[in-house]
């Protein structure tokens, strides 16, 4: 299964994209403990493609492809931002970062997928979540 | 999201019902400054119906718990999700929030 889109750098427009294509996913997956943790990722990457990467701009895009095959499940979310560095993001999970409202995203998409790149100077991210034994 | 908030004692509890998006936490945060200008400071978030939570979600309790903390009170979370509970322990938010596994367990920390 290939879903691939275009957004616009809306919030809302994120969200609602979200919840169709995990409608579209869901039944897909081996395993449905794999929903929240492909959710989690998603939204991660694509409110910070919004938010971090193009600034909230209207006149700038993210684009969002997922390919579910058997036995793992890629995500690339690219934006039009500036880029940025991936190592420079602190821990936040450090005693002097816990409490920071911020910061959190590109740790959880670490935490939860298998693998989490980072190309094009920081604008596009791929993730990739694999079904072990599940497939 | 769904906010609904419910007095016992002194304590206030904050029932959610639906996911915890980047725009919900705008709404739940307003919710929260809302209790605390009435003078709210011992706040319980009831996660019973909550199905997701992203990063901004979690952005919003830690800052209410650090404005109850200034107030002289606390915020305690009780009844999350398995998914969700996860989420917490991973970024080490479990241990800025103490989180139970039902009303009255939350009730007594206060």
């Known amino acids: 299964m290939l879903i691939s889109e275009s957004l616009p750098s809306d919030l809302g427009r994120v969200e609602a994209f979200i919840s169709a294509a995990m409608a579209k996913l869901s039944p897909e997956l081996p395993d449905p403990s794999f929903g929240f943790q492909i959710k989690l990722a998603l939204h991660e990457a694509l409110v910070n493609a919004?938010?971090?990467?193009?600034?909230?701009?209207?006149?700038?895009?993210?684009?969002?492809d997922i390919a579910l095959e058997p036995g793992k499940l890629a995500i690339t979310v690219t934006d039009q931002g500036r880029g940025f560095d991936a190592r420079q993001v602190p821990v936040p999970t450090c005693v002097e970062h816990l409490e920071k409202l911020s910061g959190r995203g590109i740790f959880l998409i670490r935490k939860i997928m298998d693998q989490a790149e980072f190309l094009d100077q920081g604008?596009?991210?791929?993730?990739?979540?694999?079904f072990r034994g599940q497939s | 999201m769904k906010i609904q908030a419910e007095t016992q004692g002194a304590v206030k509890i904050?029932?959610?019902a639906g996911e915890l998006n980047v725009d919900d936490s705008i709404q739940l945060r307003e919710a929260f400054l809302k209790l605390l200008k009435e003078g709210a400071t011992k706040v319980m978030v009831d996660f019973e119906k909550v199905s997701f939570v992203g990063s901004a979600g979690l952005a919003t309790l830690i800052e209410m718990m650090q404005l109850l903390k200034k107030a002289g009170g606390k915020l305690v979370c009780c009844q999350i999700n398995n998914d969700i509970r996860g989420l917490f322990e991973i970024t080490k938010i479990h241990k800025l929030i103490p989180i139970y596994e039902n009303r009255a367990m939350a009730l007594r920390e206060f």
């Open chain 2, 14 to 16: 904050v029932n959610l």
């Open chain 1, 123 to 130: 604008r596009t991210i791929k993730m990739v979540k694999y």
């Open chain 1, 50 to 64: 919004v938010r971090h990467g193009n600034q909230m701009n209207p006149q700038l895009a993210v684009r969002v």
